[in-house]
């Protein structure tokens, strides 16, 4: 007995100096990473690291912004003209920040957007459960602090003059200054969207394991800027709040996937960032599903054990249920392809015994991939049928009129979107020419022929540290994170290839994954650190040529917001019309009028509830060719007392098969052979069922009669 255990200590001891020896000898290699540095010069580095990171973000912040105001000129804007830019959606948004901020309390103004009949007159609506505003409540929240800490200590918090707008055009008053709440606003935007690149570049460094990563990462994405971003023009919009909020989210999962025993405390911190993230955009539970899709692909490959990914997929889980909660029940959370994809891979990972009993790998994958196709399907339709929530069924349609012949009213408004269209062949080539495909493409070649190399030597034991893998729920191999980044950028690339405006998860991503190339244990092959790095340097000058040139033009992007036909017509209704006059017409202009007069409005651009498409199609009715009466009919129902009538929307076609009339042909076909559009008649002759009250070149009000 005391001989065994004496083979035992001896055996335990020869382990542990193995492991030491092993630890010794690739210690070098970890500092050879980090440029040899001891711990002042360690220190040193990260401090220079932490000052480029800034640097880059505040680049970023005033590019974005240079860029906003040389295309509208938003500094010498009217407050008036500043919120008739905010068009479509971006007008709604901001109209319950100006709520707020003008409330005579914050919980007067948490009231209002909380017991809402404004937005969809005549009913309540919880707008903060329905519109993903915490933003806007933050920043009211923010801006009010603001203004009294200012207040308070008397000193001025905006800057005025009057601007003189030329011939015909009366002078305004222009402000300037965070006092100014639109100025207040769209800073916090491009202040986020600065932290975003901080955090860009921090997370190239991170993958790669060098700076250079990190230069690779922000280098591409300044000179693909047109393709990984809108908040230059958008800013009110919710990707340009809740984008950045995903780059950390996948930083810290990146990280959970590299250390060898994640806690309980790595599921809070991914919690954390799906909570901001999913608060703030109702788009957020789609990239958090591939998330998920991506990391179980990962585990099905064998690269991590169950562990990491029940750490992840809980992280996920208590997020998508803390704004479940934040958002006040919104149903569309629990009927998510989101929440069925965790619920699939939990199961799946949960019957890992039972499927391991099938002993070969490809029987295995083959059964995982079908449970998971069936259970995501089958648990989001069950759930939707026991809650009754059709909100999200657009989402199928749209899908599936992109890969049949199948339309309707509803998929037609959203295809005939150009950036609901396929990607489109102009984005590949811009792609091309400033060479992020292609390096993005012999990445992907350089690890699968790496990671094909692994595979087929895993016969032969364990040489290095990195090479050891952990059995069962432990399991581990190296490069699991970069195995991951491949699954989503794939995912990514399916999205924005299907659905062009998504193409703002994977232009950046791909801008991410160039941080590669930096990485010594990817592309140490090449030869020695300087030669490694002196070819990505040469890579970088090449991509500046046309990536310098891309950014000169949108820097020479100039313009002044001006749109005087609007501008006149919102004038009149604050003036002509009683402040509970209730208005009906196009999507964008209904934002408007909310945001800019105040008055009720039965339809508005956030299309994505049920009730809502509804409403809108009884609205759009005024561009088919049903008879008046029953134009005027719906509008009753809808209790509207004035309608907008847009001149363009009657004619615009933006392609083949999208008029609005053609549009309407496919859902009234007891109409589809008249000749003549409503909108025509009312135009023309609006009498007997609507009264003309207000006209200008591009508008016309109508009052409908009471009769």
Not at 575 to 588: D, I, R
Not at 663 to 686: F, G, M, S, Y
Request: aromatic share 12%; hydrophobic share 45%.
């Amino acid at each position: 007995m005391a001989a065994k255990k004496r083979h035992q200590n001896q055996n335990a001891n020869a382990n542990s100096e193995s492991s030491n020896a092993t630890r010794k000898k690739y210690s070098p290699k970890r500092a050879e990473n980090k440029g040899g540095h001891g711990n002042v010069g360690d220190a040193l580095y990260k401090f220079f690291i932490a000052t480029v990171a800034i640097t880059v973000g505040y680049m970023h912040r005033n590019h974005v912004y240079g860029m906003f105001e040389r295309d509208k000129h938003f500094s010498h804007l009217s407050n008036l003209e500043r919120e008739l830019s905010f068009r479509t959606e971006m007008g709604l948004y901001f109209s319950y920040f100006k709520t707020i901020i003008e409330a005579p309390t914050f919980l007067k103004g948490l009231n209002e957007i909380m017991y809402d009949n404004i937005t969809e007159y005549p009913d309540t609506i919880n707008v903060l459960k329905r519109f993903n505003l915490y933003p806007e409540v933050v920043l009211g929240i923010g801006y009010r602090w603001y203004d009294t800490i200012m207040t308070a200590q008397n000193k001025p918090t905006k800057m005025c003059w009057t601007v003189n707008r030329g011939e015909g055009m009366t002078p305004v008053q222009s402000c300037e200054g965070l006092g100014e709440p639109s100025y207040f606003y769209v800073e916090a935007v491009f202040f986020l969207n600065g932290l975003m690149m901080t955090v860009f570049f921090l997370f190239g460094v991170y993958l790669s394991g060098n700076i250079y990563g990190g230069i690779l990462t922000v280098a591409t994405f300044f000179y693909n800027h047109g393709e990984c971003t809108r908040v230059q023009w958008t800013p009110p919009l919710r990707e340009s709040f809740a984008y950045p909020f995903l780059i950390i989210e996948m930083f810290l999962v990146t990280h959970t996937l590299r250390v060898k025993m994640p806690s309980f405390l790595h599921s809070i911190g991914i919690s954390i960032a799906v909570v901001t993230f999913m608060l703030q955009w109702q788009f957020a539970q789609f990239a958090l599903m591939t998330q998920a899709v991506a990391v179980f692909c990962t585990y099905v490959l064998g690269f991590i054990g169950s562990h990491k990914v029940k750490v992840i997929l809980s992280g996920l889980l208590v997020g998508l249920l803390t704004s479940y909660v934040f958002l006040f029940g919104n149903e569309m959370l629990l009927t998510s392809f989101f929440l069925s994809s965790l619920v699939t891979i939990f199961l799946i990972v949960a019957l890992e015994p039972l499927l391991n009993l099938l002993k070969f790998r490809v029987f295995i994958w083959a059964a995982q991939g079908i449970l998971l196709l069936l259970g995501i399907v089958g648990i989001k339709v069950l759930i939707a049928k026991i809650l009754n929530v059709t909100d999200d069924e657009h989402i199928g349609d749209i899908l599936r009129s992109k890969f049949s012949d199948f339309n309707n009213f509803h998929t037609m408004l959203y295809t005939c979107a150009p950036e609901f269209d396929f990607l489109a062949a102009e984005t590949y080539l811009k792609l091309l020419k400033t060479i992020l495909l292609p390096t993005v493409g012999v990445i992907i070649i350089v690890f699968s022929i790496k990671l094909i190399k692994m595979e087929t030597s895993q016969l032969n034991p364990p040489t290095t540290e990195e090479d050891i893998v952990l059995d069962g729920e432990h399991r581990s191999k190296p490069y699991a994170d970069y195995v991951y980044h491949m699954f989503q950028l794939a995912a990514f690339t399916l999205m924005a290839v299907i659905i062009m405006r998504l193409k703002l998860f994977w232009t950046p991503h791909l801008c991410l994954m160039t941080s590669l190339l930096a990485s010594r244990k990817l592309f140490g092959w090449i030869g020695s650190k300087e030669k490694h790095y002196a070819v990505v340097t040469v890579l970088i000058a090449c991509m500046t040529i046309e990536g310098i040139q891309n950014i000169m033009h949108q820097w020479s992007i100039m313009g002044e917001y001006s749109n005087f036909p609007l501008e006149e017509m919102v004038e009149w209704i604050k003036v002509q019309t009683p402040k509970k006059a209730v208005f009906a017409g196009p999507m964008p202009t209904m934002a408007t009028i909310k945001l800019c007069t105040g008055r009720p409005i039965v339809n508005h651009p956030h299309y994505e509830d049920a009730g809502l498409r509804a409403r809108t199609m009884k609205v759009y009715s005024m561009f088919s060719k049903k008879p008046l009466s029953e134009v005027k009919q719906n509008l009753i129902d809808l209790k509207v007392d004035f309608v907008i009538l847009e001149n363009s929307w009657c004619v615009r076609k933006q392609k083949e098969g999208c008029g609005m009339s053609e549009i309407w042909d496919i859902e009234d076909k007891i109409n589809r052979h008249e000749t003549v559009q409503a909108c025509t008649k009312l135009r023309d002759k609006p009498e007997p069922y609507f009264s003309r009250v207000f006209r200008n070149d591009v508008y016309d009000v109508l009052k409908i009669s009471k009769w």
